[in-house]
């Protein structure tokens, strides 16, 4: 009876060691916000049990924002060409993923016709996915200004419905503003103010802006935050972000306006990386992420059969008929597909300068004390930023002689 007792626990030691050693991994390295990772790993976990009878295990990397994840991927890849040891990026925008692939970094996957049926190949022009299959849009992000109507009223402060009316001088401390050399929802902000006004124009707004601004935090959903508590009027910020406190403090002291015409309507994407450690893996929770399921998941409200447990997303879906399907229980009052007018936007000119003019409105507004901003000279024209975008910027010595000379341009 001992000796089977025995033979029962050495069983059990065994089997517990092959069911760990058959679980599955996955690493992804993503700005998205915690709630985001939890409930996608949790709704991934579960699926992809039913799918293949195994557990799967999720490895969550980030770096500090999208263009910091960004950064970190290409260093990676500099020093380990075949694989970072990472299987993909997830969330960020659409403009690091053009630059990655252009820089050979990711991986092509061809779903089946199937999963794809429903999503269209583009919204008002832009591309939801890479015709390669490089890259695909998970979610769509619009961006917009988060107000305190409660504290705009107390204060009589001026109405704000574009991105101009933030630059009025008498809203001085009143704007909040992530920091669009961490936060690639922020860059996307400055990236749409410069499409849609015009290089010249643009920077004054820019500008005008910057003086306003309290601080600069180094998140987007600080930002944020700081509009909901009242630290701040205004904000500019990604619609989730706008959506999530509205939902805390509610519509009465809160809302969200998106600059008609002014602000790009832009996938959110994901992607395999090259070299991914677990590429069958990848495949799946890129299956997932697009199916009905994972979608679902955006839109649903929290607690509901297909929805979040823990963290309420309230973000806006690729696919457009789930949008009537969660009519009226949804927090996501927007179906992008027909209530936005978004800015045309040149995906390719926004990738190409990424990076200088992260740098440029680092040199010529952030860092800068509050007082010097809106008499600060831009130092190059649209066309000479691109230029340098595609040459000089890339040799390190040269990068850091022209942002010194930027810096010192007063």
Not at 44 to 62: A, I, P, S
Not at 376 to 381: E, F, G, L, Q, R
Request: with cysteine; proline share 6%.
């Amino acid at each position: 009876m001992k000796s089977c007792r025995t033979l029962g626990i050495v069983l059990g030691v065994i089997l517990a060691a092959c069911s760990v050693d058959a679980q599955d991994h996955l690493v992804v390295i993503s700005p998205h916000w915690e709630g985001i990772k939890t409930e996608f790993r949790r709704a991934f976990g579960e699926w992809y049990q039913k799918k293949t009878g195994r557990n799967v295990e999720m490895d969550w990397r980030d770096m500090g924002g999208a263009s910091d994840d960004q950064r970190f991927i290409i260093s990676e890849f500099q020093q380990r060409p075949e694989s970072i040891g990472i299987d993909m990026f997830f969330g960020g925008g659409m403009d690091p993923y053009v630059d990655l692939k252009q820089r050979g970094l990711l991986a092509a996957w061809k779903p089946l016709a199937s999963l794809m049926d429903g999503i269209p190949a583009n919204i008002s022009g832009l591309p939801l996915y890479d015709p390669q299959g490089e890259w695909y849009g998970a979610a769509l992000s619009s961006f917009g200004i988060l107000k305190n109507d409660r504290v705009a009223r107390e204060m009589k402060l001026p109405d704000v419905k574009t991105w101009r009316d933030l630059a009025n001088p008498a809203l001085k401390t009143w704007v909040g503003s992530g920091d669009p050399r961490n936060s690639g929802a922020t860059h996307m902000v400055y990236e749409s103010i410069l499409q849609a006004y015009g290089w010249d124009e643009g920077w004054k707004v820019i500008l005008g802006m910057g003086a306003n601004v309290r601080q600069f935090d180094r998140s987007g959903s600080t930002a944020a935050k700081a509009c909901s508590v009242g630290n701040v009027a205004y904000s500019v910020v990604v619609d989730f972000y706008g959506f999530t406190q509205i939902a805390e403090v509610g519509a009465e002291n809160m809302s969200l306006v998106f600059p008609s015409g002014e602000s790009i309507l832009n996938p959110d994407a994901i992607a395999i990386l090259k070299g991914a450690p677990n590429r069958a893996v990848a495949e799946k929770f890129l299956e997932f992420v697009l199916s009905d399921d994972g979608q679902g998941l955006w839109l649903a409200p929290l607690g509901s059969p297909r929805g979040p447990k823990k963290f309420a997303i309230q973000r806006m879906s690729v696919r457009p008929k789930l949008y009537e399907e969660f009519a009226g229980v949804t927090q996501v009052k927007i179906n992008p597909f027909k209530d936005l007018k978004p800015l045309p936007y040149d995906s390719a000119l926004g990738s190409l300068r990424w990076s200088p003019l992260n740098a440029l409105l680092g040199a010529v507004v952030i860092d800068r004390a509050p007082e010097q901003r809106a008499k600060a000279k831009i130092p190059v024209t649209s066309e000479q930023l691109s230029t340098l975008a595609k040459g000089d910027w890339k040799d390190p010595i040269q990068r850091n002689q022209i942002l010194l000379k930027w810096q010192q341009q007063r």
